[in-house]
Structures are given as structure tokens and as C-alpha cells.
């Protein structure tokens, strides 16, 4: 039997988190009998003092093995930390700090490689060209995966000026040539041959009547509710889609090895857990 270790996930709100199911059931498949994993409502303001308890081994000492982080405090957690990765530093965002055996806290970011892996499973290596739908936190994870995969050009259509700014400030930091083009014109999006949506629930909708016959891969980030009407006028035309708990899963794979050290992770079984908690 395992040491009891401890781990969970902070954001608010947090209820709506799948991160619990997907880790546990990790924990069930590995034989961690002695592990846990809880979620944790807390905001940006409450933080430092959350991880400073954490450091002084409130509760259980030296029980610590990691947390995930949600919104809002992917990007105040970082001055918190000792260490930070050159992975998460080039997005500004960590959603996965690891307690290491001499007390230190170390960030990481997921979400990217998560993205890449996502892609990969789906048959997506490289392409010549890209579109991103969007531009808040997940649209630069994206550029950050598509510098991994993308030989050309990258398209971000964006709704504000400033927006379309950050946006090209982020591929000169990621090493993505990057052009931006108004969200009205977002319907052209579709005869790239790869497609990430990344904004929230209902945005996309009214761009489903313009899929084309035949689409190339289209990468929506959203799981709940699924499929999206985006998704689903894409599959309808045959092309391949990759949805958001493709990406939740890959990324929870990727923290379950760097907090319990057990390689590789369970990717079915956790996948499996997921599904039936969306009932999908």
C-alpha cells in the first residue's frame, strides 16, 4: 500500500472541476490506495495563504504531492513559487504546481503539451497552416502548441484591437508568425486545415452553417455541453474533431506523472471516468 499522499484543485468556482474524477480514477487504476484528491475553492486573494498553510504542512506534513490550477490563478500563482518552468514561463500560466522532497513548489504548464497530445492522438503532427479562434488564456496555450506543429502562417480572429496586439505580441514571444483578422470575418476561418476554437460556450454557434464540405480538423475546447453545434456540423461533413476532454485528459495524464512519479498514466481508465461523468 502507498504512503497516504495528498493533492486536489484550486480555482473559483471549482465546482464545475472534472479534474477530481479523472485523478482518482488514476489513483484507483495505479493502486494508490493511500492517495486523495480534492478540489478547493480559492480565489486569487486567498491563495497565498492557501500554499503558505501548505508549506507549513497544515493537516497532514509532508503529505503534499501537487495541485492543479483553474481560473482565476493560473497566472498569480507564479510569484508564489520557487521554480517555475520554461514551458509554463512562455505562456505566463501554470496550471500544475509539484511539491518536491525538499519542500520547494514548482510550476509547470500541461495545457500545452496536453494540446499536442491531443492533436497527435488524433493523427494531427503538422500542418501547413492554422487557425485560432479567440484570444484569452487558452488561445495563447494554443499558439504555444501549434509553434511545436505548425510550418506557416497561424490566423487568430479576435473581436477588439487590443486583442488582435496581445495576440501578435504572443507569437513574437512563442516564435509564431501570427496575423489577426476581425471576428466578423471568422466564417473564412474553415478552409484551413486546422482549426482551435477556443472561446466559451455559444460563441461559435453561428458559424456552424459555414463548415465546409469537406473540413479538415477542428480542435474545440470546449466538453460540457457536447458535442458544440460547431462540433457537431463538423463531424456531420466528415471532418476529424477533437474535443475538450481530449485536451482535459491529456493534460491530467501529464500532471498525474509529475505528482505521483508513476509512468506512464492511466489514459483509458481516466478517459473512461470522464466520459461517464459527462454522460457522453
Same mark, same amino acid.
Given at each position: ?118 492533436? +497527435?492522438?488524433? /493523427?494531427? @503532427?503538422?500542418?501547413?497552416? *492554422?487557425?485560432?479562434?479567440? =484570444? &484569452?488564456?487558452? $488561445? ?117 506523472? +509529475?505528482?505521483? /512519479?508513476? @509512468?506512464?498514466?492511466?489514459? *483509458?481508465?481516466?478517459?473512461? =471516468? &470522464?466520459?461517464? $461523468?459527462?454522460?457522453?
Amino acid at each position: 500500500m502507498s504512503a497516504p499522499r495528498r493533492a486536489g484543485v484550486l480555482g473559483s468556482p471549482i465546482s464545475h472541476s472534472l479534474s477530481p474524477v479523472l485523478h482518482r480514477a488514476a489513483y484507483a487504476e495505479l493502486g494508490l490506495t493511500g492517495w486523495r484528491y480534492d478540489p478547493f475553492e480559492v480565489g486569487e486573494a486567498a491563495l497565498p495563504g492557501f500554499l503558505a498553510g501548505v508549506r507549513d504542512g497544515t493537516g497532514e506534513p509532508g503529505s503534499w504531492a501537487g495541485l492543479s490550477l483553474t481560473m482565476p490563478l493560473k497566472r498569480a500563482v507564479i510569484p508564489l513559487l520557487d521554480e517555475v518552468s520554461a514551458t509554463a514561463a512562455s505562456v505566463e500560466a501554470v496550471n500544475t504546481v509539484v511539491f518536491t522532497a525538499d519542500g520547494r513548489l514548482t510550476g509547470d504548464n500541461t495545457d500545452i503539451p496536453g494540446i499536442a497530445a491531443a492533436l +497527435r492522438e488524433h /493523427g494531427v @503532427t503538422s500542418v501547413e497552416s *492554422a487557425v485560432v479562434l479567440g =484570444a &484569452g488564456a487558452t $488561445a495563447s496555450s494554443a499558439l504555444a502548441a501549434l509553434a511545436r506543429i505548425c510550418a506557416g502562417e497561424v490566423t487568430v480572429y479576435v473581436r477588439s484591437a487590443a486583442r488582435a496586439a496581445e495576440m501578435r505580441e504572443w507569437g513574437e514571444r512563442l516564435g509564431v508568425r501570427v496575423r489577426t483578422e476581425d471576428w466578423g470575418d471568422a466564417a473564412k476561418a474553415f478552409e484551413a486545415p486546422l482549426v482551435i476554437a477556443t472561446t466559451p460556450a455559444g460563441a461559435t454557434d453561428g458559424l456552424a452553417e459555414f463548415v465546409p464540405e469537406r473540413p479538415g480538423a477542428l480542435f474545440d475546447v470546449l466538453y460540457h455541453p457536447w458535442p458544440t453545434a460547431l462540433a457537431a456540423a463538423w463531424t456531420a461533413r466528415g471532418g476529424e474533431v477533437v474535443g475538450g476532454l481530449d485536451l482535459l485528459v491529456h493534460q491530467a495524464v501529464l500532471q498525474v506523472e +509529475r505528482m505521483t /512519479g508513476r @509512468t506512464p498514466a492511466p489514459l *483509458a481508465a481516466m478517459r473512461a =471516468a &470522464g466520459e461517464a $461523468a459527462l454522460g457522453v
